[in-house]
Every structure is written in structure tokens, then in C-alpha cells.
């Protein structure tokens, strides 16, 4: 025979059931907003891999951003090599934009692009070492959450 349980204790269960969903349906659509930034970064690539021969690395970030800030990738880069640097963000009213310095803080992009929520750059760098790349994400209008996603991903040749 099983015991009866209070309703007090199936009521305080159903909310603990509740809340857990949202929690599990919260981190997944955090998730797939960041996996979809990352795709349109590399549909961003797909012409210069196909067309001027780049590779695209493995390495990419993503991650939210508030409205209107930037955020720093540090990465180690090598003399004789070209880079592209893709940034997107699954928002279509986001305004991305990604520039590239060397260590000393100098601007090193030789070329760049911008168009809404898609972004690129392109590096030569002089000498091998770490470079910063400057990703920032704004908004076009007022977002509900005002916090955005971003998604960069880079090829070289």
C-alpha cells in the first residue's frame, strides 16, 4: 500500500517539476542562440574557404554580451600566415563589429567588412605573436533583453 503524500508536498513537487523545466528549456535555447551565431559565422566563411582557399581552425568563441560592450579574444597568431575573422550574431537588429590589434594596442586589420549582424576582418600579421580581438554587439532598436549573443570563428591561409 503506498503512502498518501499532503497535497502541501505535491504542490511544493509540482512547482520544484516546474521550475526545473524551465531551467532545462531556458539553458537550452541560451545554447542554441550561441550555436546559431556560431553557423552564420561560418556561412560568413563558406566564400572564402571556397573561393580564396581558406581553412577554417576548429577554435571559435561565443558567448552574451550586454548591448553596446566589448569583449576581448586573446589569440596567438604567426607571421606569414593570412587570417579572416568572422563575427555574427543570431539577432538580425544587432550591429557587430570586430577589429583586431597587436600587443602594444596598434590596430592590425587590413581590411574589414560590417554588414548588420554580420562582421569580418582581415590580418596580416608582421610578427608572431598574441593579438586581441575586439568584438562588440549593439543593438539596432531596444531588445527585450538588451544582452546578445555572438558567435567568431577564423580561417587562414
Not at 32 to 38: C, F, I, M, S, Y
Request: a positive charge; charged letters at 25%; proline letters at 3%.
Amino acid at each position: 500500500m503506498k503512502a498518501a503524500v499532503p497535497n502541501s508536498n505535491r504542490l511544493r513537487l509540482a512547482r520544484i517539476t516546474v521550475c526545473m523545466s524551465l531551467l532545462l528549456v531556458s539553458g537550452w535555447f541560451v545554447r542554441a542562440t550561441l550555436n546559431e551565431a556560431l553557423s552564420i559565422a561560418f556561412e560568413i566563411a563558406a566564400p572564402y574557404v571556397e573561393k580564396e582557399k581558406f581553412e577554417v581552425r576548429e577554435d571559435n568563441w561565443s558567448g552574451e554580451i550586454p548591448a553596446g560592450e566589448s569583449k576581448l579574444v586573446r589569440h596567438q597568431l604567426f607571421r606569414g600566415n593570412e587570417y579572416w575573422f568572422w563575427l555574427a550574431s543570431s539577432f538580425d537588429t544587432a550591429i557587430v563589429r570586430v577589429e583586431i590589434f597587436d600587443k602594444e594596442g596598434n590596430p592590425a586589420g587590413v581590411e574589414s567588412f560590417a554588414e548588420k549582424n554580420k562582421a569580418g576582418v582581415r590580418l596580416l600579421p608582421q610578427k608572431t605573436g598574441i593579438y586581441f580581438i575586439r568584438v562588440t554587439v549593439k543593438a539596432e532598436k531596444k531588445e527585450s533583453s538588451d544582452i546578445l549573443d555572438w558567435g567568431l570563428v577564423y580561417g587562414y591561409r
